[in-house]
């Protein structure tokens, strides 16, 4: 049978597609903007009619009419990472969480501790040789589909078909659904003065040559909006987004200097602009792989001079920082942090990067702490912490005693909190 045969022998509509899952199934959901509207739509429709079925994703952008406290006995939403569609279920506990490193979540689909029944996905149209790319969110999804009873794609002529391991053949998918909406766009955070100034003391030591991993948030944006002048930088991250663009365009990004797959951007999710996502079709500069390729520590590490800039929520004198939670209440999730953190370690000439502001509500709160609060989810251990960044200074940890972490974390606290953060100290016998 030919591949157009195939194709058509598997198209139905949303609602037929969504018969396709039994009571207890566990579905995989690719990342943000891969997660497919029709089919999740038909499954809001239809939730009342099942028992026991969880929708698993690392991070929900919509709030589909199944993220419902009512109804989670039918479909329940199991969150890898939280957002804003999914947080304030988080909070209340109807939300389920699974705490991993984001590069681990394939080898967890591979072993079955982390069910793979069904895969909802979007993906580009097939090309000639049958085969679909799911470039806006390969991470932990290409695993599911090897392992999973059904894969049901959402085929939107939006979707780029992007090159890398990212790809699902006609022979592998049970049924398939067709959709013309735009993908959803995700703009850039706004970015105030606090953020700009974090952003030039990181800008400042990222030299010509480097290979960048960018997380989300303003502070990330603001020091990729600072590089627009450094020449052949490289891309090695978990997601590419406009601000990765920026760079390209500006002519800062070559891959030239990359010592591990060079001439390539390369990453394991796509968050932006409709832009954004023309770049990546087709694009021979860019490939899109699974997560536990991209955030292998191993393997990015293989990149000499590689920056890692990631955000945390608050942090202690000893430089644990607590990234995903604002104490015992679920804010986010472990995701890439801690993988790149470490990458960047491994890294010949590598530097990795924790940026935040130095305070919270308005200056009444101080984010560097004697210790983290209670009941905080820790992200990046004392061990890996190298660079920490705030609008006050950079303070640098690794190989430094406890005593000289705390020197150099109340360094680049906010003035009005040093005198106190000196006293806990001294209390602490860290000073």
């Given at each position: 049978m030919s591949h157009q045969n195939q194709y058509q022998a598997r198209l139905r509509s949303a609602d037929d597609a969504i018969a396709l899952i039994q009571n207890g199934d566990f579905i995989i959901v690719p990342t943000g903007v891969g997660e497919p509207p029709a089919l999740l739509t038909a499954l809001s429709e239809q939730r009342r009619r099942f028992t026991d079925v969880k929708v698993a994703q690392i991070l929900a952008v919509r709030k589909f009419g199944y993220i419902d406290p009512e109804t989670v006995d039918n479909?329940?939403?199991?969150?890898?990472?939280?957002?804003?569609?999914?947080?304030?279920?988080?909070?209340?506990?109807?939300i389920d969480f699974i705490p991993s490193y984001f590069s681990e979540m394939p080898?967890?689909?591979?072993?079955?501790?982390?069910?793979?029944?069904?895969?909802?996905?979007?993906?580009s149209p097939m090309d000639q040789h049958g085969y679909f790319s799911l470039s806006l969110g390969?991470?932990?999804?290409?695993?599911?589909?090897?392992?999973?009873?059904a894969v049901v794609l959402e085929i939107n002529p939006n979707v780029p078909f992007a090159y890398g391991n990212c790809h699902v053949h006609i022979s592998q998918v049970t049924a398939l659904v067709e959709s013309s909406e735009p993908v959803m766009e995700v703009g850039l955070p706004k970015i105030g003065p606090v953020q700009v100034a974090i952003g030039k003391y990181v800008a400042d030591m990222i030299d010509d040559g480097s290979t960048l991993q960018i997380g989300y948030g303003g502070i990330p944006d603001a020091v990729v909006m600072q590089l627009t002048h450094k020449h052949d930088l490289g891309v090695h991250t978990e997601m590419i987004g406009d601000g990765i663009l920026t760079l390209v365009e500006s002519g800062a990004i070559t891959n030239r200097k990359k010592t591990y797959l060079p001439g390539k951007s390369v990453a394991t999710f796509a968050l932006g602009s409709k832009k954004l996502y023309q770049f990546l079709?087709?694009?021979?500069?860019?490939?899109?792989?699974?997560?536990?390729?991209?955030?292998?520590?191993?393997?990015?590490?293989?990149?000499?001079?590689?920056?890692?800039?990631?955000?945390?929520?608050?942090?202690?004198?000893?430089?644990?920082?607590?990234?995903?939670?604002?104490?015992?209440?679920?804010?986010?999730?472990?995701?890439?942090?801690?993988?790149?953190?470490?990458?960047?370690?491994?890294?010949?000439?590598?530097?990795?990067?924790?940026?935040l502001p130095s305070t919270a509500q308005n200056d009444q709160l101080t984010r560097i702490v004697p210790t983290l609060s209670p009941g905080t989810h820790m992200s990046t251990s004392k061990n890996d912490i190298n660079y920490v960044v705030t609008e006050h200074g950079v303070a640098q940890l690794r190989g430094?005693?406890?005593?000289?972490?705390?020197?150099?974390?109340?360094?680049?606290?906010?003035p009005d909190f040093r005198a106190e953060l000196t006293e806990a100290a001294r209390k602490m016998q860290l000073l």
């Open positions: 479909v329940r939403h199991v969150a890898f990472f939280y957002g804003a569609a999914t947080r304030p279920g988080g909070k209340a506990g109807w080898s967890l689909i591979e072993r079955g501790q982390i069910p793979a029944d069904v895969v909802l996905s979007m993906a390969a991470d932990y999804t290409m695993a599911a589909v090897a392992r999973a009873r079709d087709r694009n021979p500069a860019l490939e899109i792989h699974p997560v536990d390729f991209t955030n292998d520590p191993y393997l990015a590490a293989k990149n000499d001079n590689l920056i890692a800039i990631n955000a945390t929520l608050q942090i202690d004198l000893l430089g644990q920082c607590g990234s995903e939670s604002l104490g015992h209440v679920p804010y986010s999730g472990t995701g890439g942090q801690a993988d790149f953190v470490r990458a960047a370690n491994r890294s010949r000439g590598g530097k990795a990067f924790i940026v430094k005693s406890a005593k000289q972490r705390a020197q150099e974390m109340i360094s680049i606290a906010h």
